[in-house]
């Protein structure tokens, strides 16, 4: 099998992974969306915040998806657009979770407890 044939299958199934991954994240933040703002429950700015996590999460995985396939095709040279793509997609996909990360730091140094299943600060 020719080498670029090898190249455009690989390229192929990396990016759709990224993209059916970009898919089952933004399924998610829609569901969870809809939980905050939908049927009664008690903690709706819980699943506010958890809807733009994954919203957060979703949206870098379309951008790796391109990124990844532009960047199999270019091999063996290193093109500069797609690892900027690449690199900015795993930037993006790191930043909901260091948002949660100073989240909880400043509820702990303001003297509160961090819960999870609320996503916020309790001061009891």
């Known amino acids: 099998m020719p080498r670029a044939r090898v190249q455009r299958i690989i390229s192929w199934?990396?990016?759709?992974?990224f993209i059916a991954?970009?898919?089952l994240y933004l399924n998610a933040a829609?569901?969870?969306a809809w939980m905050s703002a939908g049927p009664p429950n008690p903690h709706?700015?819980?699943?506010?915040?958890?809807?733009?996590?994954?919203?957060g999460t979703?949206?870098?995985?379309f951008i790796l998806a391109v990124g990844s396939y532009k960047l199999v095709a270019s091999l063996p040279a290193w093109r500069r657009l797609p690892l900027a793509l690449v690199l900015t997609g795993l930037f993006l996909s790191l930043a909901p979770?260091?948002?949660r990360f100073v989240l909880q730091d400043q509820c702990l140094d303001r003297g509160g407890?961090?819960?999870?299943?609320?996503?916020a600060c309790s001061t009891k």
């Open 13 to 17: 199934v990396v990016s759709i992974g």
């Open 58 to 61: 979703s949206l870098p995985s």
């Open 97 to 99: 979770y260091i948002g």
């Open 30 to 32: 829609l569901f969870s």
């Open 113 to 119: 407890s961090w819960r999870n299943i609320t996503l």
């Open 44 to 55: 709706p700015a819980g699943w506010g915040r958890l809807a733009l996590g994954q919203l």
């Open 21 to 23: 991954l970009g898919l």
